[in-house]
Structures are given as C-alpha cells and as structure tokens.
C-alpha cells in the first residue's frame, strides 16, 4: 500500500542533523531536523511552499482526491477550506508535519487522518492526531498514532506529548465524554475505512490490522509518532557570523538541547508506563515559536 503524499519533497525542507535512538534495546527513535538556513535565518519561506501540496495528502482522503484527480484547482481549495475551519483556533502545524515525517522519513502510510475522524462523531475528543501503519522487517506489523506538541520549552513539549499518549492509552477524558482512546479510536478507523480508497482486499488487511484474528500469520503493536517543536534563541550578534559559522553553531545548539534530554525523554516513557511501545519521534526548533507556528499554516493555506 502506497503512503497518501503525492512526493516526498518536504523532506528538502530540512537537514537532518541527527538520528539515535533513546533506549537499550534501540527500539525507540529520536530525529533531529533543522529547517535549511539560508542568510542565517531558518527558510521558512521554502516549508510554507513545500507544505502546500502535503496539507492535501493530509486533510483530504484518497476517495475526495480520487473524484477531484482532473480538477487540481477545486481539490486544492476544497483541502484548505476543510484544514482552515479546523485550525481556525491556534493551527495545527505539529500534525501536518508528523504526518509529513511519517510518511516522507519513516515510509509508513497513512490511514485515516484526525480531520477525518474528528468529524465523524462530536464525541470524538482525545484521539490521536494521525493514524498509520508500518511493516516491520520481521512481517509483523505496527499501528502508529501520532502525537505533536509545540512549546518553547523543549521539555515541556516531550512531557506534555507523552502525557498525552498515556492519557490515549488508558482511555482518560478530562473533557467529560466516556467515548475516547485507543479502543475508541480503532473502532472509529474500522468504521470510516470508506472515506479512503482502498481496494476491498486492503479494507480487510487494514482491518486486520485493527482487530487480528487467530487466523492472521503476523502480529500487530501499538506504536507511536511523536512530533515536538520547541524554540531555539538566536541573537543578533550571531546573526552576523559567516554563513558557515552560523550554520555550525545554530546546528550544534539544537543537537546539544535535544541531547541533554535524551535520559529525561526515556524516564518520562518508563514513568507512564509506555516502554512496551515503539517510538519514533521528530523533533525540529523554530524561532519564535508561537509567532511561526501560525504565519507558517497562514501562508500554506492562502
């Protein structure tokens, strides 16, 4: 099954600065991408563009991309329209771009998105921000839900993520609904597999996926994506270095932020109770943080 993104182009929208994983047994995955920094400023310019076609992959399904394949123009306005109602509060530039990372970096398809599933049933309300699968070398199988979070604070991101997850997993609502979850949210993926495109033969293996049956020759675990951004300060004599220099430092910052957390971030999984789970997280800073985080949806979805 192929992964929704029409292509993988976002990814040159970053370096990748570093890949390592967090705890012994090298099951859970920590990446470290920066934007392309151009002038000694970080390209925002160049992910507003790249994120264009990406937020159709995203909010829109393979059945609505399917009946508007001959017309580009209605499908890209109908996209937009549907992701502005939903951000229409403080955006949700975390979600496309864990959507985007899992799919570009990790290859693992997407199989119903939060926009899909959020407007399926107004009791929908902890649910994850993505649902996709990924095949594992050794034929079993992984569901990964995805979870982002964007703070200045670095750690403050990673906690607040993973409180949420645990939240997910053991199926707690703040909000006063008794419908949420996990189990919740298989059965809403189960019951919306129809707004995606899907042969009758991929309908079954995905629901296999969902609900596996004695039958089945693989095993299936719940995993999760993680997306964090947090904020990175760059000062105004630093902006003055050579183009070199600047990169060097800003790179080597950001790695030395995220590293500093490796031992905390593996802590915060065994403290919730979540290390039977796989991870794979991604993680990406941004300069003023709160400020970005909504001109850079505004100029995607313009």
Same mark, same amino acid.
């Given at each position: 099954?192929k992964?929704?993104?029409?292509?993988t182009?976002?990814?040159n929208?970053?370096?990748?600065l570093?890949?390592k994983?967090?705890?012994?047994y090298q099951?859970d995955?920590l @990446?470290?991408?920066?934007l392309? *920094?151009n002038?000694?400023?970080f390209?925002?310019?160049?992910?507003?563009e790249?994120?264009?076609?990406p937020l159709?992959?995203?909010?829109?399904?393979r059945?609505?991309k399917?009946?508007?394949?001959?017309?580009p123009?209605?499908?890209s306005?109908?996209?937009?329209e549907?992701?502005?109602?939903?951000?229409k =509060?403080?955006?949700e530039?975390?979600?496309?771009?864990?959507?985007?990372f899992l799919?570009?970096?990790?290859?693992a398809p997407?199989?119903?998105s939060?926009l899909?599933?959020?407007?399926?049933t107004?009791?929908?309300v902890n649910?994850?921000?993505?649902?996709?699968?990924?095949?594992? #070398?050794?034929?079993n199988?992984?569901l990964?839900f995805g979870?982002?979070k964007?703070?200045?604070d670095?750690k403050?991101a990673? @906690?607040r993520?993973l409180?949420?997850?645990?939240?997910?997993?053991n199926e707690i @609502?703040g909000k006063?609904t008794?419908?949420?979850?996990i189990?919740y949210?298989k059965s809403l *993926?189960s019951d @919306?597999?129809s707004k995606?495109?899907?042969?009758?033969?991929?309908?079954f !293996?995905?629901?296999?996926l969902i609900? #596996?049956?004695e039958?089945q020759?693989f095993?299936? $675990?719940?995993?999760f994506?993680v997306f964090?951004? !947090?904020?990175?300060i760059? =000062?105004d004599e630093e902006?003055?270095? #050579?183009n070199h220099a600047f990169?060097k430092l800003?790179h080597n910052r *950001?790695?030395t932020n995220?590293?500093? =957390?490796?031992e905390?971030i593996?802590?915060k999984i065994?403290?919730l109770?979540?290390?039977g789970? $796989?991870f794979?997280i991604?993680?990406? #800073?941004?300069?003023?943080?709160?400020?970005?985080?909504k001109?850079?949806?505004?100029?995607?979805?313009?």
């Amino acid at each position: 099954m192929k992964i929704a993104l029409e292509s993988t182009d976002i990814l040159n929208s970053f370096d990748l600065l570093l890949t390592k994983t967090i705890d012994k047994y090298q099951r859970d995955k920590l @990446n470290v991408f920066a934007l392309k *920094i151009n002038a000694n400023e970080f390209n925002y310019r160049n992910l507003e563009e790249q994120l264009i076609d990406p937020l159709i992959d995203y909010s829109i399904s393979r059945e609505v991309k399917r009946e508007y394949s001959d017309k580009p123009g209605r499908l890209s306005k109908k996209a937009r329209e549907k992701f502005k109602e939903y951000s229409k =509060n403080d955006g949700e530039l975390g979600e496309l771009l864990l959507f985007c990372f899992l799919e570009a970096h990790l290859n693992a398809p997407k199989i119903l998105s939060k926009l899909e599933l959020k407007t399926s049933t107004s009791l929908y309300v902890n649910g994850a921000d993505g649902v996709h699968f990924r095949k594992l #070398p050794d034929g079993n199988f992984q569901l990964i839900f995805g979870e982002s979070k964007m703070y200045a604070d670095i750690k403050l991101a990673f @906690n607040r993520a993973l409180e949420s997850i645990y939240e997910f997993k053991n199926e707690i @609502n703040g909000k006063g609904t008794s419908k949420s979850g996990i189990c919740y949210e298989k059965s809403l *993926i189960s019951d @919306n597999l129809s707004k995606e495109t899907f042969s009758e033969e991929e309908k079954f !293996f995905l629901k296999s996926l969902i609900y #596996p049956s004695e039958k089945q020759t693989f095993y299936v $675990d719940d995993a999760f994506g993680v997306f964090v951004g !947090f904020e990175i300060i760059v =000062n105004d004599e630093e902006k003055e270095l #050579p183009n070199h220099a600047f990169r060097k430092l800003i790179h080597n910052r *950001i790695i030395t932020n995220v590293e500093q =957390n490796f031992e905390e971030i593996y802590g915060k999984i065994r403290e919730l109770g979540l290390q039977g789970h $796989d991870f794979y997280i991604y993680v990406l #800073p941004f300069t003023e943080i709160d400020i970005k985080r909504k001109e850079i949806l505004k100029e995607a979805l313009s």
